[in-house]
């Protein structure tokens, strides 16, 4: 690769080139890992795409999920679902003795703090638990 490479006048850059032996059975064999002093390693992103050695795709799929999770989080407040669970509620109290906030409710509902609950819903199985906790106590 090296001898071609200086053919058309390209320098490899051993610190940057990285190799990948794409095998489905994982039988990475130690004599082909060791080429020319290369990184060789397991899965890197190409073109946005998360390219792994076991040729699958779930690895990807999982990145993917990810990333549409994160960009809806960092999402303008246009859902009122949203609002909700971050306690940005706009407004002000009718007059007379102060009602229980909600966020005290919540508190007290799930006994973490507001700002937990926020990461304990991105854990979907923890918050079904959680909620089906403080609803069926009542």
Known sequence: MEDVSLEFGLKINRSKTKV???DRMNNNLPEVSKIAN???VQSYVYLGALVSN???C???IKR???ISRSAMDKRDNDSIERLVVQGRIEGTRSRGRSPMRWADQ???AVA???YECAR??????????IVKRATTLK
């Open 20 to 22: 990948m032996i794409v």
């Open 38 to 40: 290369c990184e060789v």
């Open 54 to 56: 076991n040729g699958g």
């Open 58 to 60: 779930i690895d990807e």
């Open 64 to 66: 993917r999920m990810a």
């Open 106 to 108: 919540i508190k007290a």
């Open 112 to 114: 973490v703090p507001l």
């Open 120 to 129: 304990k819903a991105a854990a979907r199985e923890e918050w079904r638990r």
